[in-house]
Every structure is written in C-alpha cells, then in structure tokens.
C-alpha cells in the first residue's frame, strides 16, 4: 500500500493567514491526489482533484500543488470557517489511502 | 442534487456481521461515469477506503478487509450495500458511503459523501 504522510498533524493560525499543508506519498503518484475538508460530525467535502484543481463551488482561496511524491495545500486569507481536518488521499492504484490529517483551529 | 444516504443498525455484537445500507436521491446509481464506494473513520481516526462498485457489480476491496467485506448492489431500489463479517470492536467507526467519478479515465475522487452512521462492535 502507498503511505501518505501529512504535516503538521495540527495547525493554529489567525483569520488572514496563510497556512499550509503538506503531504508525502511512500512512492511517485504522479497527480493522482485530491485533499479533503471534514468538518466536526460531517463526511468529507472534495476541494481539490488532481493535486491542483478546484472542484466546483470551492472558494478560489484554497489551492493545491505538486506531483511525484510531494505535495501541498494552501489556504489564503483564512477564514474562520475553515476550522476543520484535512486529508490528503492518493487513487494512482488500489488500495486508496489518505492521510493522517491534518486539525486546523483559529486562534 | 444526488444525495446519499447510510442507514443500518448502530450496535453490532462481536463476531456478528455488520450490514449497512446506502441509499442514492436525485439521481440513479446506473450512471456509466459513477462508482461507489464504502469509508469508515474509527473515533478519533482517519479514513479508511472499504471498498467500491460499479452498478454493473464490478468490486473492488481493500485487501486488508477483503476476506471479511461483500459489497453489493440492488438498482431497482437504487441502493448499494455493505457487509462485513466477523466483526470485532476495531470495526467499530463512522460508516460512510460515497461516490466516485470517473474523471479523465481514473477512478478516485470521492466527490458526493453521505452523512455517516456510527457503528459500535459491543456485547
């Protein structure tokens, strides 16, 4: 199985901030990697597909980026709405593994 | 706007078999672009991938639950449904299910999440 590795594990930033996130795949996934937001007690919401575009509907502010095995996402101007964890997941082959997310609180 | 939906019992007794169902709204699960799929998230846990099918039947399972999950589909009531057996209190989690799209001829976005049941393997 491919392991994705994220960092950090948890994060606090100020509203305006930019933060990011980062996420390490055990072996090269091309760009097969899509990040989540999950909210307390909600399922997973898609923000990015294909390490870098937005899915419909996702507010320009959260970006993604990389290929091979390193990737990033960013959230600029951060919003107190963006409280949530974050996952990476990589579909390069099966068994689809995510990361370990990633807890984001507001200062 | 498509909708899923989990339903199924929330307290499982260890070495039974777990049955949870998904149900798809406003739309139909014989779409040729879609697949679906089954997640679970332990309490205070990440994401685990169960498993997906195509409405033609077509499965795919994570190998690390593969000798313990059926999943399945009935198109005539638009639902597709999960079954893991011999269950223990590790597999106790939020159960979710989802959709997959096929977009550029891969398979991996879960792009539609249903709200999840909470699942507790206890005697």
């Known amino acids: 199985d491919i392991q994705m590795t994220q960092s950090p594990s948890s994060l606090s930033a100020s509203v305006g901030d930019r933060v990011t996130i980062t996420c390490q795949a055990s072996?090269?996934?091309?760009?097969?990697l899509n990040w989540y937001q999950q909210k307390p007690g909600k399922g997973p919401k898609l923000l990015i597909y294909?390490?870098?575009n937005l899915e419909i509907g996702v507010p320009s502010r959260f970006s993604g980026s990389g290929s091979g095995t390193d990737f990033t996402f960013s959230i600029n101007n951060l919003q107190p709405e963006d409280i949530a964890t974050y996952y990476c997941?990589?579909?390069?082959?099966?068994?689809?593994?995510f990361g370990q997310g990633t807890k984001l609180e507001i200062k | 706007q498509l909708q899923l939906q989990e339903s199924g019992p929330g307290l499982v007794k260890p070495s039974e078999t777990l049955s949870l169902t998904c149900t798809v709204s406003?739309?139909?699960?014989?779409?040729?672009?879609?697949?679906w799929g089954w997640i679970r998230q332990p309490p205070g846990k990440g994401l685990e991938w169960i498993g997906s099918?195509?409405?033609?039947?077509?499965?795919y399972y994570n190998p690390s639950l593969k000798s313990r999950v059926t999943i399945s589909v009935d198109t005539s009531k638009n639902q597709f449904s999960l079954k893991l057996s011999s269950v223990t209190a590790a597999d106790t989690a939020v159960y979710y299910c989802?959709?997959?799209?096929?977009?550029?001829?891969?398979?991996?976005?879960?792009?539609?999440w249903g709200q999840g049941t909470m699942v507790t393997v206890s005697s």
């Open positions: 989802a959709r997959l799209e096929i977009r550029g001829g891969r398979v991996g976005a879960f792009d539609i």
């Open positions: 406003g739309g139909s699960i014989r779409s040729s672009i879609y697949y």
């Open positions: 099918l195509y409405y033609s039947g077509s499965t």
């Open positions: 072996q090269d996934i091309s760009n097969f």
């Open positions: 294909d390490a870098s």
């Open positions: 997941q990589h579909y390069d082959n099966l068994p689809y593994t």
